[in-house]
């Protein structure tokens, strides 16, 4: 349930907040105030995907805030998938930056937007005027025909049941794949396999090959300068370290005189200990390096061969060619065994494939019981609200098996006596449709645990009794959620637990939205404009009156 809404900075809202009634509450306004960007703006805390053209103020942020009450609806478990912190009152926030970056929250825990669709979904169910042409949708005609059966076990069940099914179909059909290729194809990789295991792969270091190439190529060259830098050091008649020996023998003599002689000939020890030791290291690598024309020609030979695997296979390292190594050998002993894998495939893939079927008959079973009953009410419904001749026909249809299980749905609708009934799509005009979605949300409102329920304008094409007769039943609904409806009705805006009217403010550079709750007599002066216009009569006053007796 909202406990409240805060929207800053978006479209044509600069600041707003509303706190809605738990039960039925009614948003009503003069057309292009407002309402329906309100449902764009909620639609962000919900996950869907916004950009900057939704900021008012293009140097300023845009902020969508809704605290949730959602201790009675058990979503501990739908927290913990997500990796959020659970609180029985939640907090959602979407912040849009005038650089276009998005940010989601949940109770102040950074998280995606696919994060907010799996919460979301669970906290409120938003009626859109593009939901009511959703209705002549298959998938969504399954969808609250599966929500009206109420059988989420045979769903589970079945949905678990052809993952299996559609994991051994796919495995069956990459080792048939295996088996097709040409006897061409597998010597070709067998040659491959041979030419990287003859390269003995695991005894090469890449690195340590190319250094000692190096090294070899300039031997000449480094046994000349290794000569020199010895010979500074050693050999010559001003050779550091003898230089160094006297310069340690004469601070010596001083050192006892102060703490600070005797630290400076310490450090002249270590340097002259240093430098002989840098020295006697130099003389041995000079001892080891040696050109050696055959050795070079060795090491180019590995290393061109190293190459050439590497480009033949797109690479760049030897580990990148054990791995090819290792998957060629893996595949080569799969196509060795293949007969006997598929042949178990095909045992697994006839087992998971039975048991599908078992599942989705009985799947299909619940489905075509509560098809008729589901069309029954429907029917009872309609003819409450204004379609007083309508049929519905639900028909399970069989189809190929698909994660939603063996049928595809058609709902089939007439609104006249003596009419065969048909595809919705193809009959069913824009009130129709509006009145059949309302019938269907009304039906399967309680079979459900949806904390809020939004209507946007579900009263196209509706008026006097019929209008009378839906807002009783939005009260029936709202004894058990939280609902909200955007109208333009007065028989609507009379019937709610709180009416809320959003407005157009002129008063600065730059018009924006506003909403305010209505009290008793804002409110009957509201619903009588509604009924006879920006000036209403007595009549209209009284009328107000009455409708809010009712």
Request: glycine share 4%; aromatic share 4%.
């Amino acid at each position: 349930m909202i406990k409240s809404l805060q929207i800053k900075n978006y479209a044509l809202i600069q600041d707003l907040e509303m706190s809605p009634s738990a039960r039925l509450n009614i948003i009503t306004g003069e057309t292009g105030a407002g309402k329906s960007i309100m449902l764009g703006a909620v639609g962000l805390l919900l996950g869907k995907r916004a950009d900057t053209k939704v900021l008012l103020d293009e140097n300023q942020k845009c902020i969508v805030e809704g605290v949730f009450d959602i201790s009675p609806y058990s979503l501990q478990k739908i927290f913990e998938q997500e990796d959020l912190d659970y609180e029985s009152e939640c907090v959602i926030r979407r912040e849009i930056s005038p650089s276009g970056k998005s940010r989601a929250f949940v109770n102040d825990t950074p998280t995606n937007l696919n994060a907010l669709k799996a919460i979301g979904e669970k906290l409120m169910d938003v009626h859109s005027q593009h939901e009511s042409l959703q209705l002549g949708n298959n998938t969504y005609q399954l969808n609250v025909l599966d929500a009206f059966a109420a059988h989420p076990e045979l769903i589970s069940a079945y949905k678990q049941s052809y993952k299996a099914y559609d994991q051994a179909r796919k495995h069956l059909q990459k080792l048939e794949s295996l088996a097709s290729q040409s006897a061409e194809d597998a010597d070709y990789r067998q040659f491959l396999l041979n030419e990287l295991v003859e390269t003995d792969l695991n005894s090469l270091n890449q690195e340590e090959l190319e250094s000692e190439l190096e090294v070899l190529e300039n031997a000449e060259d480094i046994k000349l300068k290794l000569s020199q830098i010895i010979h500074l050091l050693d050999e010559s008649e001003v050779a550091v370290i003898q230089q160094l020996t006297e310069s340690k023998s004469l601070i010596h003599s001083i050192a006892s005189f102060s703490k600070e002689l005797e630290e400076l000939s310490d450090r002249i020890e270590s340097a002259t200990i240093e430098l002989s030791d840098i020295n006697n290291e130099m003389q041995r690598v000079q001892d080891k390096v040696e050109h050696d024309p055959e050795k070079i020609q060795e090491l180019k030979d590995r290393l061109d061969l190293l190459y050439r695997l590497q480009k033949k296979h797109n690479v760049l390292t030897v580990s990148e060619l054990i791995s090819i190594r290792e998957e060629l050998d893996q595949s080569l002993g799969q196509v060795a065994n293949l007969d006997a894998d598929i042949a178990k495939a095909k045992t697994d893939l006839s087992a998971a494939e039975e048991e599908m079927l078992e599942r989705g008959s009985k799947l299909t079973e619940s489905r075509k019981l509560s098809a008729l009953n589901f069309a029954d009410e429907i029917e009872k419904i309609i003819h409450q609200i204004g379609i007083e001749n309508g049929t519905v026909e639900i028909k399970v249809n069989p189809s190929d098996p698909s994660s939603n299980g063996l049928d595809t749905i058609e709902m089939l609708f007439s609104a006249n006596k003596g009419i065969k009934p048909q595809e919705l799509k193809e009959v069913a005009s824009g009130g129709e449709f509006s009145r059949l979605i309302f019938a269907v949300k009304y039906l399967i409102a309680d079979k459900t645990a949806m904390p809020t329920i939004i209507f946007d304008e579900i009263d196209t094409g509706v008026s006097g009794e019929v209008a009378l007769q839906m807002i009783r039943m939005m009260k029936h609904m709202a004894k058990n959620h939280q609902v909200i409806s955007i109208s333009h009705l007065p028989q609507f805006a009379a019937g709610g637990d709180a009416h809320y009217y959003v407005y157009k403010d002129h008063s600065s550079d730059r018009s924006v939205s506003r909403i305010k709750r209505l009290a008793d007599q804002d409110r009957i002066t509201e619903i009588a404009k509604m009924i006879g216009g920006e000036n209403p009569g007595a009549s209209a006053l009284e009328s107000a009156k009455e409708l809010l007796r009712l």
